[in-house]
């Protein structure tokens, strides 16, 4: 027997707010959207969502799980996700193949390089 995975949640202490940035970035919607959740897929009809969920204690550490993103161009996708609310952040990486970015509320993630042939 096996599971299937159906959604990654994100506490989050605005989630409509962070829902929608990220439906924006991954060009998902908002499939629910209630006071307890919010969540996003790329079809309404489509797995996995991201869920997002209020608390009202801020992001303290660094996350232990991320998102990695891979655009086909990393310099213009991080020059949009900047223009869209991101910022650069250091979490110790030396890497020169992504680009370290958190969002609105704090959360980082990884914009990659585009793979080569």
């Given at each position: 027997?096996t599971?299937?995975?159906?959604?990654?949640?994100?506490?989050?202490?605005?989630?409509?707010?962070?829902?929608?940035?990220?439906?924006?970035?991954?060009?998902?919607?908002?499939?629910?959207?209630?006071?307890?959740?919010?969540?996003?897929?790329?079809?309404?009809?489509?797995?996995?969502?991201?869920?997002?969920?209020?608390v009202?204690?801020?992001?303290?550490?660094?996350?232990?799980?991320?998102?990695?993103?891979?655009?086909?161009?990393?310099?213009?996708?991080?020059?949009?996700?900047?223009?869209?609310?991101?910022?650069?952040?250091?979490?110790?990486?030396?890497?020169s193949?992504w680009?370290?970015?958190?969002?609105p509320?704090?959360?980082?993630?990884c914009?990659?390089?585009?793979?080569?042939?």
């Amino acid at each position: 027997m096996t599971s299937v995975w159906t959604s990654l949640t994100v506490d989050a202490r605005d989630p409509a707010r962070l829902a929608r940035w990220w439906a924006e970035v991954l060009g998902y919607q908002v499939v629910t959207e209630r006071p307890d959740e919010v969540e996003i897929r790329q079809a309404a009809d489509r797995l996995p969502g991201i869920v997002f969920v209020p608390v009202t204690d801020a992001k303290e550490n660094k996350n232990r799980l991320h998102l990695d993103l891979r655009p086909a161009d990393r310099e213009a996708e991080v020059e949009r996700l900047v223009d869209m609310g991101a910022r650069h952040v250091d979490v110790g990486q030396n890497g020169s193949d992504w680009t370290v970015l958190a969002d609105p509320e704090g959360n980082e993630f990884c914009v990659l390089a585009p793979r080569g042939d």
